[in-house]
């Protein structure tokens, strides 16, 4: 399948599962802990996955799967990245932002590489997609990163890992060394959507620790589809394994990766691969 085919396949599979976010986030909420005690999964999380996983189980039985609340059935081919809620915490207490987060990839260049993508936000309708070459999109329309040239009158955005009471010094460190040295920071609790926003110039920059593939694989190639760069946080090149990243237009890019990589050396701080 092309990447482009591969697109139209996410943003409806995308589609599927937030309609069933939307439907049920009125509703009386079941929630287990995962892990921490504040990383939480509901029954929407759960009941979004199953319209995704059912019909790639159906329409593509050979290809692979990575999703958050599953695991992971590996494949030498395409695989499924799948976060069938990015937002639970937001989404259990009724904030209305969240959004399903769905990437496939595949082989690429002699390697591999996410093909395709597709963030939708299901409380707004914003349905936001790539193909690799393609570009990157926002209900159809070409999306571009910010223009911003400087730092210092940049808008950032990041977000908290769940085991944050762990190394707070080290994640609250570099967002208190960015608040001071950006126009503002902002912490929306969605990784999908930062990186979506900033794909679509809301933000010119963002950064993160701990993340996992499904949190951050299709909003990266929305983000350089759409013009923008992203890196791990000491800079060296980034793949959806490494979890530890920095993101943003190409005017911000140089800046800000140079005051995450300076943060990360002197606190002895190095990005580690992800692993089923």
Request: hydrophobic share 45%.
């Amino acid at each position: 399948m092309t990447p482009v085919a591969l697109e139209a396949v996410a943003v409806e599979l995308a589609r599927s599962a937030g309609a069933v976010l939307r439907e049920r986030l009125s509703q009386t909420r079941s929630i287990d802990i995962k892990g921490t005690g504040n990383d939480l999964v509901t029954d929407a999380d759960r009941a979004a996955e199953h319209v995704v996983l059912s019909a790639l189980r159906s329409r593509f039985p050979d290809h692979g799967v990575l999703s958050e609340e599953s695991g992971a059935v590996s494949s030498g081919g395409l695989r499924w990245i799948i976060d069938p809620l990015d937002g639970t915490t937001n989404y259990a207490h009724a904030v209305p932002h969240f959004s399903v987060s769905i990437a496939v990839e595949g082989p690429w260049s002699g390697g591999r590489a996410v093909l395709a993508a597709a963030v939708f936000d299901p409380m707004r309708d914003e349905l936001f997609a790539a193909a690799r070459g393609q570009g990157a999109t926002l209900n159809g329309a070409r999306l571009s990163v910010s223009q911003t040239t400087s730092l210092e009158r940049s808008l950032l955005c990041s977000g908290f890992p769940y085991d944050l009471p762990t190394r707070a010094d080290l994640v609250l460190g570099l967002f208190g060394r960015l608040a001071v040295k950006s126009r503002g920071m902002r912490r929306f609790g969605s990784a999908a959507l930062d990186l979506a926003w900033l794909a679509a110039g809301r933000f010119d920059g963002y950064w993160e620790f701990g993340l996992k593939p499904w949190d951050v694989s299709a909003g990266a190639l929305l983000v350089e589809e759409a013009g923008g760069r992203i890196a791990c946080l000491d800079g060296a090149a980034w793949s959806p394994e490494f979890g530890d990243v920095v993101a943003a237009g190409p005017g911000v890019f140089d800046a800000l990766c140079s005051e995450t990589s300076s943060f990360t050396r002197e606190h002895g701080f190095v990005p580690a691969r992800w692993t089923t």
